[in-house]
């Protein structure tokens, strides 16, 4: 069942948010923000666990102040919680418990920055490993172009969204339904290739693993590359994260 | 023989002249400059071919004013030769009866802009396929810290770029001399290892290799990616690129 070329949507990669600017198209495209470690997989671990939606704000005054008004808080610095704020980033501070049906503030001074630079997409999805086939399933269902745009490490390329970028080209080529024209995407699916029969032993080269490991933060690594562990797929309009999970399987998401 | 980590130099793989402002570190460093497809190939056959030196230019008006100065030319737009140029940019311009023992004005945006990126450096120097060994050997004895810096596509990644990038650093960290400590060095270097059994299958994958072959431009590609057709090394100081080859083997560039 092969489509016309005229029907295919693109998907390109942008392997930092420096090289944003640079995308190739002034058409309509979706954005998935890719910050594996941690805020993307982050975000989708507090759906997970329930979360209604999530305020993500740039700085420590947006946060304190939003603090003072009631509402819960994610913030911290080089890996550890701010004293201020109820969670640090992680992944696992988010419990069901702590956050089921709550609106939680998420402090991220990169992740905002992300989330301005890609303000012209229609929608800004949050894709993590965690959430990969279900995310891919959404994207088939929105019609649209792809832009991943990974967060990577102070602007400079990392080996872990990258990986990620790879995975879910893959598995959206495989859709039939999108085709890539830019070098990036084809990298990033042969690293992918490369990582797939061991992401962990793979991602033992990336330099962010190690900063993470220096900090004793990397209890979290096996957590955020386990593939498709949960169905939300977090999407940003408005100003908030709320969840946009397809409820029953449409079958396209293997 | 292992080195102490301390005497090492390291290598840092820069994969668009966008994400220059990142790299790491404010040492002395020195820049490989790369444009497989063209720039750095075709210099690279021109001094192979006897030219003594090289003016690059970024404007029309500056090559225009030099060759009023009876200056050879090489200038070109869309892979056609310019009416007043004497050459186009194509490696396979500069034969030995052309421009042997001569001075050359390269009319070049993008490598023009890239000099003026890596200025901080202490020297930049040229790097193609068809020198790989001749410039890793004299890149040894420079005993200095190696930014490669990828011209890339309009300011994107591109493929060929970073797969020289990965066989230069593969090249580097083999004479153990070197170490790296960036995601895109591990990434070009993963890259380069699958594309090495192979180079012209894999570069089919580059979509700069399609936009040369739609300029009916890519007669040069075979020859711009076998490797060590010369020991050229041209190096950029003061305003022009002259050849510091390495007259005899060290015997440290296989």
Redesign the interface.
Known sequence: MEKQAENLHWIEVC??P??FS?I?TKEHYIVVLVDILRATTSICAAFENGVKSILPVATLEEAKELKNQGFLVASEQDGKKLDFADFGNSAFNFSRESIGGQTLVYCTTNGTRALEIAKKAEKIAIGAFINLSALTAWLISQDNNVVVLCSG???????ED?IFAGALTEQLLNSGNFVI????A??AV??WR?AQPDILGYIE????RHRLKKLELDDVIPYSFTLDSTKVVPVYTGGEITNEQIIKSTGTNS
């Open positions: 392997l930092t420096k090289l640079e190739q490490w102070k602007n400079k390329f990392c080996l990258t024209n830019c070098d990036s084809v990298a042969d690293l490369l080269k990336a330099a962010h």
